[in-house]
């Protein structure tokens, strides 16, 4: 049996250049990836703030389980104001709370987008005069186009905080206009107990009357007719009250409470002293959907210029063979596909259409904001108005006149049929006085989620999630990186990121609170 003396030399070589390439694959990977990005990435906090610069009322921990929470500072047994019934709702409503994952969702894939491909490497074994061969390929495309997959995440991820932003203006906006409902019912309820009242005092004059026989037998009917009537739409306000509770109660996610609510009416202090175009300005800047909007155009941008490269694959390799009957070599190459045929012509086209299609829904979108401020303020300036004139020229005059019918019926100067015009009247203005009280206070929560704030807050000024320049996005990465230590020391367990560093090879993160930048 003959010997190769050099054959163990030659594997040594085989297994000192493997290495040697192992090693220059991981050195390569983070210089080609370049410098360290950080990027925006909102979390649950941040939207939490967002709200709670805008309607004083921010998010509720997280809760896998149907008990109600309630805040701290709310208590439900001594009345439910419209601030409580709001804060209880951010807290508990699930259909809310469910669209939260969606950001978590988004934050996964920003993170998916910073990972770099993984290297293959062919290893053939040898057998008979076949040589051990090996090749390794270092996929270089992911490395140029890492950049523009984290700015198109990145954009995702703070046009899905902006859509819950909004989607929590959304719920506050139909809880205001819920406990409105459901203080209207009160209102109207007590005002049907208040009419039962009247209706048998005036039945309790005809009785007298007819005794004395002032009156006929058909004037005493007609009196009984009206108070019966009175008492059965007293028995069906009741249940509109019930009715009004349940919907309050469904989304504040209290359903499983056994009290019921007790609404307590806003102060009546109504009068608008906003500016319009002021509020179509502060709207048009600061609305989430808008922003939301411009997010999904800008990503969509950045989506179209991705498309462009989508056929490329161009890979760093590293071959070597041993062994076998020919001589050992080791070399490297570039393995990349050529362009000839497909270009991704298909994925461009949807790429730009899906650009178009950003921009024209951020322009509905802006037109939307518009006409929803113009209605809701529209509609604020007529409520008010009504109820202007309700309060100082219309009940007071009815008022006056029942008095007067009632004192001149009660002396037999009247007859019974001006008694119920004017006692139907006044009823009847006090209905409408609630009515046009409960349209007000929809169409201020409808011009405050049109504005995209609580009027009534004396914070004017809103913080968007805005990516940062690259400029900004350096020093903020210096500085990020010198206080590493002091912050993840600083940062609670239930803390949740709002900056992202994502690592050179993409493969770790660190997580920052964006109030330390």
């Known amino acids: 049996m003959l010997i190769n003396p050099t054959r163990q030399p030659e594997t040594l070589n085989h297994v000192s250049s493997l290495s040697v390439a192992l090693c220059a694959a991981i050195v390569l990977l983070p210089l080609f990836a370049g410098c360290a990005s950080t990027r925006c990435a909102p979390g649950k906090n941040q939207v ?17 389980n149907s008990d109600a929470l309630i805040p701290d500072d709310v208590s439900l ?40 491909t993984n290297p293959q490497f062919n290893l053939l074994l ?12 270092l996929p270089v495309e992911s490395l140029l186009l890492r950049e523009t997959r984290l700015d198109m995440s990145e954009r995702e991820v703070c046009r899905v905080a902006q859509e819950l932003v909004q989607n929590g203006l959304n719920l506050v906006r139909d809880v205001r206009v819920a406990h409105a409902g459901l203080v209207f019912a009160v209102d109207r309820a007590a005002l049907a107990n208040e009419a039962v009242d009247v209706r048998k005092h005036v039945a309790d004059l005809t009785e007298k009357r007819l005794n004395a026989g002032d009156i006929s037998e058909l004037e005493a009917t007609t009196a009984r007719i009206e108070f019966l009537r009175a008492k059965a739409d007293a028995a069906g306000f009741r249940h509109a009250v019930a009715q009004a509770d349940a919907v309050l109660r469904q989304l504040m996610s209290v359903g499983t409470l056994s009290d019921s609510l007790i609404p307590v009416a806003d102060p009546d202090g109504f009068q608008t002293e906003h500016d319009l175009q002021a ?4 709207a048009t800047s600061s609305r989430p959907d808008l922003q939301a909007a411009t997010f999904a155009a800008d990503a969509a941008r950045r989506r179209a210029e991705l ?15 041993a062994g076998g009957a020919g001589n050992s070599n080791f070399g490297p190459g570039f393995r990349f596909d050529i362009p000839i045929f497909n270009k991704n012509q298909g994925g461009v086209q949807t790429a730009d259409w899906t650009v178009y299609q950003a921009t024209q829904n951020y322009n509905a979108v802006r037109d939307q904001v518009i006409a929803d401020v113009q209605t809701a303020y529209s509609q604020v300036l007529q409520a008010e108005e009504n109820l202007a004139i309700l309060q100082a020229d219309v009940i007071p005059s009815i008022q006056e006149a029942l008095n007067l019918a009632n004192k001149a019926y009660l002396d037999g100067g009247a007859p019974y049929f001006l008694v119920l015009q004017t006692t139907s009247q006044f009823l009847d203005s006090r209905t409408r006085e609630l009515e046009v009280t409960a349209d007000l206070r929809r169409a201020k929560a409808n011009l405050d989620r049109g504005v995209g704030r609580k009027l009534q807050s004396n914070l004017t000024e809103t913080i968007p999630f805005i990516p940062a320049s690259t400029e900004a996005m350096d020093a903020a990465q ?3 990186v010198s206080q590493t230590s002091a912050a993840q020391q600083a940062t609670s367990t239930d803390s949740e990121p709002g900056i992202l560093l994502i690592s050179k090879d993409g493969s770790s993160l660190f997580s920052g609170a964006t109030n330390r930048v």
């Not at 805008?54 to 921990?61: A, D, E, F, K, W």
């Not at 047994?77 to 508990?92: I, S």
């Not at 040898?126 to 090996?134: A, C, D, N």
């Not at 509020?279 to 502060?282: Q, V």
């Open 48 to 64: 939490s703030s967002d709200l709670q610069s805008r309607v004083h009322s921010g998010l509720g921990p997280l809760q896998c």
């Open 77 to 116: 047994q001594d009345g439910v104001t419209a601030d409580e019934a709001v804060a209880v709702a951010l807290w508990n409503n699930s259909a809310f709370n469910a669209t939260l994952a969606r950001l978590g969702m988004a934050r996964g894939d920003l993170v998916q987008a910073g990972l770099l």
């Open 126 to 137: 040898p057998g008979g005069t076949k040589q051990l061969e090996w090749t390794m390929y």
């Open 279 to 282: 509020l179509i300005a502060e």
């Open 307 to 321: 498309s462009r490269w989508q056929w490329l694959r161009l890979d760093m390799v590293a071959d070597a063979n």
């Open 478 to 480: 210096t500085q990020l």
